[in-house]
């Protein structure tokens, strides 16, 4: 009889454990219980403060008028590119409160004093025909810029920030604008793009401009007007002004502020336009009418500028506050930006700013050719 292999038998059946019943059965090296505990961070906690991003910030809007300063160099596309060079610190979250408060609350306070540059007088001094005039050619401006988004495939509030900043005064009512526009219909990446393009077109315009007025053989009051229209930036405008003559540049001044004033009822138009960022979809247009707070304001500083002589210390003071205020906002917004998307849009993402800087100076080169 042959004796039974070892080998051959099985082992007897052992009861399977239930790793459903025992607590973290299968979490080898505890996993579960770490994320059910919270894993311990080396990282202290973040701080809910505006300091690392206004302190930054500064830093680098300082570093901006320094470059100005010493290379003469448009302020604001310094700031710029300062910010966008260092949009890479905007990936800590711990500046985060610091860059919005930047990008928003001085902007706005920046706005307000603006007013201080402007009285209703000036706009009265311009006469009734230029003035409707200077309104046609910021309305051609306006609608280039939509128009010229849509034949390149971009976004419509890119086309109405493009033609509106360059209708009214640059950077100072881009900034305005894309506060009614706001981040959730455009983004920073395209609003940061804007505004070089912006603040280049101006530069370019205040030395090439002066010298067309003088091929055309224009008068002083014409190339004063044309200037004074079809410059962005008010320092660009008056410098190219004088540039030409100093009578031109006094008249240039005169045609820029008054573009400046028009600033609110054309935020106003576009916020009956589109509604305000972040108001409820569908809401009814007569709620649309309530302007932002900082371009009530703007008027109201307006208004007391007409009313009150202000001394002409506290209006150099004012504009320097204005000038700092804004290049703070402006530096903030562009390290908020993310450089990769910047880059991904390429040359079409431009053609609102160049298409309305080009009809801004050929609809005013036209009513000075034909009306003065």
Same mark, same amino acid.
């Given at each position: 009889?042959?004796?039974?292999? @070892?080998?051959?038998?099985?082992?007897?059946?052992?009861?399977?454990?239930?790793?459903?019943?025992?607590?973290?059965?299968?979490?080898?090296?505890?996993?579960?219980?770490?994320?059910?505990?919270?894993?311990?961070?080396?990282?202290?906690?973040?701080?809910?403060?505006?300091?690392?991003?206004?302190?930054?910030?500064?830093?680098?809007?300082?570093? !901006?008028?320094?470059?100005?300063?010493?290379?003469?160099?448009?302020?604001?596309?310094?700031?710029?590119?300062?910010?966008?060079?260092?949009?890479?610190?905007?990936?800590?979250?711990?500046?985060?409160?610091?860059?919005?408060?930047?990008?928003?609350?001085? =902007?706005?306070?920046?706005?307000?004093?603006?007013?201080?540059?402007?009285?209703?007088?000036?706009?009265?001094?311009?006469?009734?025909? @230029?003035?409707?005039?200077?309104?046609?050619?910021?309305?051609?401006?306006?609608?280039?810029?939509?128009?010229?988004?849509?034949?390149?495939?971009?976004?419509?509030?890119?086309?109405?920030?493009?033609?509106?900043?360059?209708?009214?005064?640059?950077?100072?009512?881009?900034?305005?604008?894309?506060?009614?526009?706001?981040?959730?219909? =455009?983004?920073?990446?395209?609003?940061?793009?804007?505004?070089?393009?912006?603040?280049?077109?101006?530069?370019?315009?205040?030395?090439?401009?002066?010298?067309?007025?003088?091929?055309?053989?224009?008068?002083?009051?014409?190339?004063?007007?044309?200037?004074?229209?079809?410059?962005?930036?008010?320092?660009?405008?008056?410098?190219?002004?004088?540039?030409?003559?100093? @009578?031109?540049?006094?008249? !240039?001044?005169?045609?820029?502020?008054?573009?400046?004033?028009?600033?609110? @009822?054309?935020?106003?138009?576009?916020?009956?336009?589109?509604?305000?960022?972040?108001?409820?979809?569908?809401?009814?247009?007569?709620?649309?009418?309530?302007?932002?707070?900082?371009?009530?304001?703007?008027?109201?500083?307006?208004?007391?500028?007409?009313?009150?002589?202000?001394?002409?210390?506290? !209006?150099?003071?004012?504009?320097?506050?204005?000038?700092? =205020?804004?290049?703070?906002?402006?530096?903030?917004?562009?390290?908020?930006?993310?450089?990769?998307?910047?880059?991904?849009?390429?040359?079409?993402?431009?053609?609102?700013?160049?298409?309305?800087? =080009?009809?801004?100076?050929?609809?005013?080169?036209?009513?000075?050719?034909?009306?003065?």
């Amino acid at each position: 009889m042959t004796e039974p292999n @070892p080998f051959d038998q099985q082992p007897p059946q052992r009861p399977r454990p239930n790793w459903d019943a025992i607590p973290y059965g299968g979490d080898l090296f505890g996993e579960m219980h770490l994320a059910e505990q919270g894993q311990p961070s080396d990282e202290p906690p973040v701080k809910d403060s505006l300091f690392p991003g206004l302190a930054i910030c500064g830093v680098a809007a300082a570093a !901006a008028a320094w470059l100005s300063e010493h290379y003469h160099f448009p302020i604001i596309l310094l700031g710029l590119l300062v910010g966008l060079s260092l949009s890479f610190i905007a990936r800590d979250i711990r500046t985060h409160k610091g860059l919005d408060f930047a990008s928003r609350t001085c =902007l706005r306070w920046g706005i307000v004093i603006l007013g201080f540059q402007v009285t209703f007088m000036q706009i009265g001094a311009l006469g009734i025909v @230029p003035f409707l005039a200077l309104v046609v050619v910021m309305g051609l401006t306006l609608f280039a810029g939509i128009a010229s988004a849509r034949l390149f495939g971009q976004s419509s509030y890119a086309g109405l920030l493009a033609g509106g900043a360059t209708a009214i005064c640059g950077a100072s009512a881009a900034l305005a604008l894309y506060g009614v526009i706001g981040k959730d219909r =455009l983004s920073q990446a395209q609003f940061a793009l804007t505004l070089v393009g912006i603040s280049l077109a101006s530069a370019l315009a205040m030395s090439v401009y002066p010298i067309l007025a003088s091929y055309f053989a224009l008068s002083d009051q014409q190339a004063g007007f044309l200037i004074g229209a079809s410059i962005h930036d008010v320092a660009q405008a008056i410098g190219g002004g004088y540039a030409f003559s100093d @009578p031109a540049g006094s008249y !240039a001044t005169i045609v820029k502020l008054a573009r400046v004033a028009l600033l609110a @009822p054309i935020v106003a138009l576009v916020t009956l336009a589109i509604g305000s960022a972040g108001a409820p979809a569908g809401q009814a247009k007569w709620r649309r009418l309530a302007l932002p707070w900082f371009i009530t304001a703007f008027l109201a500083t307006v208004a007391l500028n007409s009313l009150i002589a202000i001394p002409p210390t506290v !209006a150099e003071y004012a504009l320097s506050a204005s000038k700092g =205020l804004l290049l703070l906002a402006v530096t903030a917004t562009a390290m908020r930006s993310r450089m990769d998307l910047l880059l991904d849009m390429g040359w079409r993402a431009t053609m609102p700013v160049l298409s309305a800087t =080009l009809i801004s100076f050929l609809s005013a080169l036209a009513f000075v050719l034909i009306f003065m």
